[in-house]
């Protein structure tokens, strides 16, 4: 289970796991995987990353362990995402055209994406409570690589013939290392996974769609920070840094607060149930979502943007 495995990396990489801590204090709301676990899984990723027992990972392992450390030396953000968001984007198609990514700009190449606990949940029963997430750019290697810390994490080459890869990793609670990737052409196509086998383990026909339905979530996150800000709840503001006092090394850090995505201020769809057997039952459906690229801006510029069609619930 995750917690032996935690407990194991807790005792094998303490300074790393006291760095973490120091350098970023979070203070993760309750119904979330805590800082405690997650400080210790990057810990981790940060002693094999920089070329310690590097031999003792699988592809997947070594890509995970990667895009966590970079998120850690960049300082990305975590954002944990509300309940009726997820279902939302569950419930929602992904469009695939030759424009999916086209012109995507992110505010943002690296993030962590906190799901609410046993929210999701794998084909093995163990649930996955977070992603690490990273879009690597072939023009632009300099986000895909961070030294701090006296830490680093180099950049790591883009596919040949693609021209972005978009990445999600976790690892779920049965210490399960689960990565999904997929390339962008330079048209914006996400080009379908090649069917190479990163880890250890052969992966069965269920566990394909459980990395589809992630990559969804995955890809409708990153739509939904470029072209929804609305769905983004305010920064919070750090508490404070007490003032450093005789006898103090130091001040205090501040503590760090993740993002809410599912704002709560705008009334998202709502997920009701069909009672079975109910007279209605036959009519009442829901219907699925969508995302819609449309024109915007001047006529002359033809201006793109993706605009999501939110699930509803059609009565008959």
Same mark, same amino acid.
């Given at each position: 289970? &995750? ?10 990489? *303490?300074?790393?796991?006291?760095? !973490?801590?120091?350098?970023? #204090? ?17 810990? %981790? ?6 070329? +310690?027992? #590097? ?19 960049? +300082?990305? /953000?975590?954002?944990?995402?509300? &309940? ?6 569950? %419930? =929602?198609? !992904? ?6 990514? %086209?012109?995507?700009? /992110? ?8 799901? #609410? ?17 990273? &879009? ?8 895909? =690589?961070? @030294?701090?810390? $006296? ?8 596919? /040949? ?27 914006? =196509? ?40 609305? &769905?983004?709840? %305010?920064?919070?503001?750090?508490? #404070?840094? +007490? ?6 090394? @130091? ?6 607060? *993740? @993002? ?21 039952? *036959? ?15 001047? @006529?002359?510029?033809? $201006? ?13």
């Amino acid at each position: 289970m &995750l917690s032996d495995v935690l407990k194991m990396l807790g005792e094998a990489v *303490p300074e790393n796991i006291a760095l !973490v801590r120091a350098d970023s #204090p979070y203070q993760i709301p309750k119904g979330f995987m805590s800082w405690d676990k997650l400080s210790i899984l990057v810990g %981790a990723a940060l002693e094999f990353t920089n070329g +310690r027992n #590097p031999g003792a990972q699988d592809a997947a392992t070594f890509l995970h362990n990667h895009r966590l450390s970079l998120w850690f030396l960049q +300082r990305a /953000p975590i954002y944990t995402m509300r &309940l009726e968001l997820l279902r939302a984007f569950q %419930a =929602t198609d !992904v469009v695939h055209d030759n424009t999916l990514m %086209a012109d995507l700009d /992110p505010p943002l190449s690296t993030f962590m994406l906190l799901f #609410p606990s046993n929210s999701i949940v794998t084909p093995e029963g163990y649930p996955l409570d977070f992603a690490v997430v990273h &879009l690597a750019d072939h023009d632009h290697p300099d986000r895909s =690589t961070a @030294r701090r810390l $006296g830490l680093e994490a180099q950049s790591l080459k883009v596919n /040949p013939g693609a021209e972005r890869n978009l990445h999600w990793s976790s690892i779920d609670g049965g210490e399960v290392v689960w990565f999904g990737g997929m390339d962008v052409d330079t048209e914006g =196509t996400l080009l379908e996974p090649d069917g190479r086998q990163l880890g250890d383990t052969a992966l069965t026909e269920a566990d394909y769609e459980f990395t589809r339905g992630m990559r969804s979530v995955i890809i409708q996150t990153v739509l939904a920070l470029t072209y929804r800000p609305d &769905l983004l709840e %305010a920064e919070p503001t750090p508490e #404070p840094t +007490r003032a450093n006092r005789p006898g103090r090394a @130091r001040a205090t850090p501040k503590v760090l607060r *993740p @993002r809410w995505l599912g704002n709560s201020t705008k009334k998202g769809p709502s997920l009701p149930k069909v009672v079975p057997g109910h007279h209605s039952s *036959p009519q009442a459906h829901w219907r699925r979502g969508h995302w819609r690229r449309v024109s915007v801006g001047p @006529r002359d510029q033809q $201006g793109r943007k993706w605009v999501w069609i939110q699930p509803t619930f059609v009565n008959g």
